[in-house]
């Protein structure tokens, strides 16, 4: 049972270079998210999408885009890295209706210099 | 704007001693509340969560937390905590009115010392 899994676990970005950030889970989950963590910070919603098809911005977006490719997988992808963005990242997923628990994937560390 | 304040971001406590993290939300809405473990390295895990009844909420590995409307607050406890208790726990809040999404408090940090 994978739950939610997260590739790859550890990158280093050069400024500007691109990257994608693959997630797929095997809970037959309708939402999915993508969380980045910050020190002090807490987890901040970057996108997530509901269901199949739709995806919606989060708290803080700007420099990110998604790709929700089928009911398993979402996508995030860095189009243009920035030393910003060095975070651990972390994808999610749930079933569709409020107060449903979110099963978090083990983590994404992103370093961009 | 709906936020989530954890008060304090490190709790140093030592084995078997009692340890209490607070959290604070601010809505106008009804909630639902959550508690996640984050060991280090690893994803978030739920250890309890309240969306309706019982203000009492007991969760895995001996936590508990409770729910006070009036104060806005969800602080966990535990009555007596291990080494393996070492961890950064988060406090986390879904809105009803706004789906699943949760929105985080910034973590309190807890080292258990022998």
């Known amino acids: 049972n994978a739950g939610v899994t997260q590739t790859p676990k550890f990158q280093v970005l050069k400024t500007g270079q691109s990257m994608t950030l693959q997630c797929a889970q095997d809970m037959n989950h309708n939402s999915m998210y993508w969380y980045r963590q910050d020190p002090g910070m807490g987890l901040r919603l970057i996108y997530y999408s509901a269901s199949e098809g739709t995806t919606d911005k989060g708290e803080v977006p700007n420099g990110y885009n998604v790709s929700r490719l089928n009911k398993r997988e979402f996508s995030l992808r860095l189009e243009s890295a920035a030393p910003s963005q060095t975070s651990v990242y972390f994808c999610a997923s749930n079933f569709a209706d409020s107060g449903n628990t979110i099963y978090f994937g083990e983590g994404s560390w992103l370093t961009v210099v | 704007a709906q936020s989530v304040t954890q008060l304090d971001s490190q709790v140093p406590v030592f084995e078997e001693a009692p340890v209490e993290l607070r959290c604070n939300y601010s809505?106008?809405?009804?909630?639902?509340l959550f508690w996640y473990v984050q060991y280090p390295n690893q994803g978030l895990q739920l250890l309890l969560k309240?969306?309706?009844?019982?203000?009492l909420v007991k969760g895995i590995n001996g936590f508990e937390a409770e729910f006070n409307k009036s104060q806005t607050s969800f602080h966990l406890r535990k009555p007596s905590v291990h080494i393996s208790d070492t961890a950064e726990y988060f406090c986390?809040?879904?809105?009803?009115?706004?789906?699943?999404?949760?929105?985080f408090g910034g973590g309190t940090r807890v080292l258990v010392k022998p």
């Open positions: 309240y969306l309706s009844g019982s203000t």
């Open positions: 809505s106008s809405v009804s909630v639902y």
């Open positions: 986390a809040v879904s809105f009803k009115a706004a789906g699943n999404k949760l929105t």
